[in-house]
């Protein structure tokens, strides 16, 4: 349960301040608990910091298999539209903790053998590999036109996704239901035109 505060109280204040600008003693007070106690749950304020990832990332993962386990899209050209449909409101739901991938873990952990770039990576990885899964259905069913390279065509799928919403995040573009519509009406323009 103390870890559970902790938790919350750290993705309220690295969302807030920001990781460098939320020192321990911070975090301790305004979580209810004693410093050390901190230290009892986690090495240090960088596991804090992994821990919350890691959690997005698996909420992340958990909610997108829920969502297509209840809307069984019909074909595969509408898994695509549910995986990012799933993601963006996943990630509309979620802005505090996508905060912390957005804002400081890009530049608080850059080198790819770090544990909060691989948990990042794994959410990239996931989606990619999903949508690739879901192209790939696609070109069988006739959904997805045949010539398409499905694994390169999904990591391009997934950076215009995530780019959306980061800049959405930013407030370089206006969140809006209208936005994705057009997103999705142009991937599916994408993949659906020879």
Do not use: W
């Not at 590999?129 to 391009?156: C, F, H, P, V, W």
């Amino acid at each position: 349960m103390k870890r559970d505060i902790i938790l919350d109280t750290a993705a309220r204040l690295f969302a807030e301040r920001g990781f460098s600008n939320t020192p321990t003693s911070l975090l301790a007070r305004e979580a209810g608990v004693a410093e050390g106690t901190i230290f009892r749950h986690f090495k240090t304020k960088d596991d804090i910091f992994l821990t919350l990832v890691t959690n997005v990332k698996n909420q992340l993962i958990s909610d997108i298999e829920k969502y297509l386990e209840v809307r069984t899209p019909e074909s595969s050209m509408e898994k695509v539209v549910s995986i990012i449909k799933s993601f963006y409101v996943f990630v509309k739901k979620n802005n505090m903790e996508f905060c912390l991938i957005f804002r400081d873990a890009p530049t608080r952990y850059g080198h790819r053998n770090d544990n909060v770039f691989l948990q990042i990576q794994q959410i990239y990885s996931y989606l990619t590999e999903y949508l690739t899964q879901a192209l790939e259905e696609g070109k069988q069913d006739g959904s997805i036109r045949s010539a398409l390279n499905t694994k390169d065509t999904a990591g391009m799928v997934v950076s215009l996704v995530v780019g959306l919403v980061r800049a959405m995040h930013f407030g370089f573009v206006e969140p809006s239901d209208d936005v994705l519509r057009s997103v999705i009406d142009n991937i599916r323009h994408m993949l659906t035109c020879e």
